[in-house]
T-cell receptor, first 113, second 114 residues
């Protein structure tokens, strides 16, 4: 049973570019949450998708957007990249509201130069 | 808004020593509390969780945590650590009214010396 898978594992982008990160949730999970983890900090909640809609959102600008597909997989898009967007981006999947905790992927390391 | 504070950034212990990692949260309503662990080179994994009932919860690998509502705390404990417990530990909270949005602390790195 595959856990949460994310792609790519590493990515280097130039300031101002756009990036798309992908996530496949654990089998049986229908909810996907995205987190940004800067070096030396804990994960910060970006947003959560359920039934193909954004259900919750953290304090991130509109440059951060997402999508969930009918098969529950999800994408995170970041436009107009800034140097400060360099971080590890984590995808977490859960069943329903996620009240029982979440399963995390290995993350995508994004470097903006 | 919710916030989580983990008191120690880095803890170094010898094998067989007892462990207690502090976690305090800020939120006035009903919360769900979690400890996650990240072993070197691996992804975040759920160690234990508290929703309601007995404030002393037991997780995997001999870890336990106690929820003290009056102190807004959820400290993680283990009576005797092993070298394999070397990892980063994160405390997280979400509110019953906002269950999908978890707020994490900045983590505590535990190094266990053999």
């Amino acid at each position: 049973d595959a856990g949460v898978t994310q792609s790519p594992t590493h990515l280097i982008k130039t300031r101002g570019q756009q990036v798309t990160l992908r996530c496949s949730p654990k089998s049986g999970h229908d909810t996907v949450s995205w987190y940004q983890q800067a070096l030396g900090q804990g994960p910060q909640f970006i947003f959560q998708y359920y039934e193909e809609e954004e259900r919750q959102r953290g304090n991130f600008p509109d440059r951060f957007s997402g999508h969930q597909f009918p098969n529950y997989s999800s994408e995170l898009n970041v436009n107009a990249l800034l140097l400060g967007d360099s971080a590890l981006y984590l995808c977490a999947s859960s069943a329903g509201t996620g009240i029982s905790g979440a399963f995390f992927g290995q993350g995508t390391r994004l470097t903006v130069v | 808004a919710q916030s989580v504070s983990q008191h120690n950034h880095h803890v170094i212990l010898s094998e067989a020593a007892s462990l207690e990692l502090g976690c305090n949260y800020s939120y006035g309503g009903t919360v769900n509390l979690f400890w996650y662990v990240q072993y070197p080179g691996q992804h975040l994994q759920l160690l234990l969780k508290y929703f309601s009932g007995d404030p002393l919860v037991k997780g995997i690998k001999g870890f336990e945590a106690e929820f003290i509502k009056s102190k807004f705390s959820f400290n993680l404990r283990k009576p005797s650590v092993q070298w394999s417990d070397t990892a980063e530990y994160f405390c997280a909270v979400n509110a019953n009214t906002n269950a999908g949005k978890s707020t994490f602390g900045d983590g505590t790195t535990l190094t266990v010396k053999p």
